[in-house]
């Protein structure tokens, strides 16, 4: 396989993090030199695929759907699992969060690394934030940075993790995507952990979504989408 | 889900390598606190897998086959893509054998990890050797280490990787099957590359395994299988 020209890769979840990523890189390797990477793993909603598809071609960038049915063999997590409800807490004896999917980014990135490898792209680009930490261990800065030595030593390769948001609050990064222009695709982001358009506004995920854009005090462009426009 | 009362989980492929740990695990953890974990990714010749099933249950430990069908789906290579010849030597580029599926170990150990993360088992086994190293940088002791760290940090968990051969010659991996017993198991291992029974003993692997033997001294019970009983 020949090297191709893009320069990063932007694991794209269709989510408002990973959109705004995606903008970061654009700003930051150029147009042309990244692509997306999405994962096909049995999510609940398979809105989240469709939002990243209509987010990567807005953007314009090339587009990779890769498939992981592992997560859904492995079971027992109410991300994948249609028949566990998301809870709103942690549960007691592990302190986390019933929609944990154990070492999910650290997949993630593994595999972005191993589709980057005969791509020669040298930089990896994810979302995650320890800022607004769900709970999750592998969206820490420790773990990115031991990570990052693993694929370096693993694949004998040059290759940089970025994680632009990792320190970010959630209105941060909403006063980020607004200046780095990607407030139209935001409004094709999904958040809602119940799948639901438009966002259900209870779940987890849309309070903390709110709370960025309250914070920063601007509308969200995916909830005005939905008033300006009666579905 | 209950924690098991299993202590350990090898990864188990199949081949002699694997084997061999699986009754090292035995020995190390005991009868009865170790599982096997057996990756369905796609691989060419099925029969690895077959191989894997019965060794399991001849060892008497429960094994889990777990899905991945993402090797696949990222192409181009040997291992998974009937399409690609097995070559012998290296690639010139790259310096490694079109075998190689970029941080294949990296992928395998996390998701064992994910697997062993619910049933509270906190000792992964693997049979990677940087001894006998085929170019493979996620075999080695530092990528091991690297990792170690990464899914702890990762999955918040106490965890330790095992590698009772990384720096074993084959030959010594070979006695060491013996004194543990597993000597009748190697019968049922699969090695070859062309995924022949009885061994093709002409790729790569077959040549490398029988180079083990012979240096031991001993008669390669896989081999002797077909010689006394004619196929």
């Known amino acids: ?20 990523c995606l903008y970061w ?20 909603h398979r809105i989240e695929i469709d939002c990243a598809i209509k987010i990567a071609a807005r953007a314009g960038v090339p587009q990779t759907v890769l498939p992981i049915n592992t997560f859904t063999a492995l079971g027992g997590n109410a991300l994948t699992d249609a028949g566990i409800a998301v809870q709103s807490g942690v549960d007691a004896q592990t302190q986390l969060p019933n929609t944990f999917v154990p070492g999910r980014n650290l997949i993630f990135l593994t ?15 994810t979302g995650v934030a320890q800022t607004d930490y769900s ?8 773990t990115l940075q031991a990570l990052e030595q693993t694929l370096q030593l693993g694949m004998a390769c040059d290759l940089t993790i970025h994680a632009p948001l ?10 980020m995507a607004r200046d780095l222009g990607a407030w139209p695709a935001l409004a094709d982001t999904h958040t809602c ?8 506004g209870e779940c987890p995920a849309c309070v903390l979504r709110a709370k960025g854009f309250a914070e920063a005090g601007l509308a969200d462009p995916l909830v005005a989408r939905f008033h300006s426009s009666p579905s």
């Open 166 to 175: 990792m320190f970010k609050s959630k209105a941060e990064t909403v006063l």
């Open 193 to 200: 952990y119940h799948g639901q358009q438009p966002p259900c």
């Open 135 to 142: 709970g999750y261990p592998d969206c820490r800065q420790a």
């Open 111 to 125: 595999l972005a690394a191993a589709f980057a490898y005969p791509r020669a792209i040298h930089h990896l680009v």
């Open 1 to 20: 396989m020949q090297p191709s020209v893009s320069q990063a890769l932007v694991v794209l979840s269709g989510g408002q993090d990973s959109t705004t």
């Open 25 to 44: 890189a654009l700003d930051q390797f150029g147009v042309g030199a990244v692509e997306a990477l999405t994962f096909d793993y049995g999510q609940r």
